[in-house]
């Protein structure tokens, strides 16, 4: 009986350390989603502030003049 106590043992030792390691996993990917957060919100405003002081490359159609032929 002993060699069943002792695999029963090793599993119980290996499952231990797989649940330290999702932890340390889950916990890592937590930090990662705040970063990805942060920086799509960084770039939305980034985006924001470009497009208000790009001006628009179409011409409003009341400012163009007439073609030629009119």
């Known amino acids: 009986m002993v060699p069943l106590e002792q695999r029963i043992?090793?599993?119980?030792?290996?499952?231990?350390?797989?649940?330290?390691?999702?932890?340390?996993?889950?916990?890592?990917?937590?930090k990662l989603n705040a970063i990805v957060d942060e920086q799509q919100e960084k770039l939305r405003i980034l985006v924001d502030k470009v497009q208000q002081s790009e001006p628009s490359n179409m011409a409003n159609p009341a400012d163009e003049t007439p073609p030629p032929h009119y």
């Open 9 to 30: 043992e090793e599993l119980e030792m290996k499952l231990a350390f797989q649940e330290s390691t999702i932890e340390a996993l889950d916990q890592q990917v937590i």
